[in-house]
């Protein structure tokens, strides 16, 4: 839910304070604000809309600049824009007109009550496993999300579901260069965590 009254009247954004952040809470915050705007851009409506076509320059300039903050943790300019979409990304432009799905952030909430793991890695580790589940119900979407975030070309794929799927690939690969995991076993999921599975899927909350 969306609770306007409890928004500051304005806020004042000083990217110099992000710098003094350790380089894990970079990258795992930093994905959590794609997964935020993932998660609105993979939700109702699934027509083309002005919204969207917000999201996937946000995207892509997150991605663009999240390479760069990794590759230089003192770039401010990446820092920048990166503490500037995750404004963009929450004062409910991109939300304008969408259902938001958040099954993932849903899911990964419970991963950190039950484990204590990072938020922003657990969703790294959610996102392409959840995504492949569903992309057969989204396939049109996964496949545009391929094309104009990825920049994949669709000539080079047999059908939509083999260029969907390879969005959701290039999504994978992103969060392995980012130097994020990928398994639940690099968030610390062992034998005793593992057993925990079907009790925090049941916690889960279900929008």
Same mark, same amino acid.
């Given at each position: 839910r969306d609770y306007p009254e409890m928004n500051p009247s304005f806020a004042l954004l000083d990217p110099t304070y992000t710098l003094t952040m350790p380089v894990r809470q970079l990258k795992a915050g930093t994905f959590d604000i794609l997964s935020h705007i993932m998660e609105t851009y993979f939700s109702? +409506?699934? =027509?083309?809309? +002005?919204?969207?076509?917000?999201?996937?320059?946000? %995207?892509r300039g997150l991605i663009r600049d999240?390479? =760069?903050?990794?590759?230089? +943790?003192?770039?401010? !300019?990446?820092? @920048?824009?990166?503490?500037?979409?995750? @404004?963009?990304?929450? !004062?409910?432009?991109?939300?304008?007109?969408?259902?938001?799905? #958040?099954?993932?952030?849903? %899911? =990964?909430h419970q991963l950190s009550a039950y484990t204590g793991c990072n938020h922003g890695e657990g969703l790294a580790v959610l996102h392409p496993v959840y995504y492949r589940h569903i992309c057969s119900d989204g396939e049109a979407k996964f496949a545009r999300f391929a094309e104009r975030v990825w920049g994949l070309n669709p000539k080079d794929y047999p059908d939509t579901e083999s260029l969907a799927l390879a969005g959701i690939s290039a999504l994978e690969d992103f969060i392995k260069a980012m130097g994020l995991p990928i398994s639940l076993r690099e968030i610390g999921f062992g034998?005793? =965590?593992?057993?925990?599975? +079907?009790?925090?899927?049941?916690?889960? #909350?279900?929008?």
């Open positions: 109702y +409506p699934v =027509e083309d809309n +002005p919204t969207d076509d917000v999201s996937e320059g946000l %995207m999240f390479s =760069e903050a990794v590759k230089d +943790p003192n770039n401010l !300019n990446a820092r @920048s824009n990166i503490m500037w979409t995750a @404004s963009l990304a929450e !004062n409910r432009i991109i939300k304008s007109g969408k259902t938001k799905d #958040f099954q993932a952030h849903n %899911m =990964e034998k005793d =965590e593992r057993k925990l599975l +079907p009790e925090i899927a049941e916690s889960r #909350f279900i929008s």
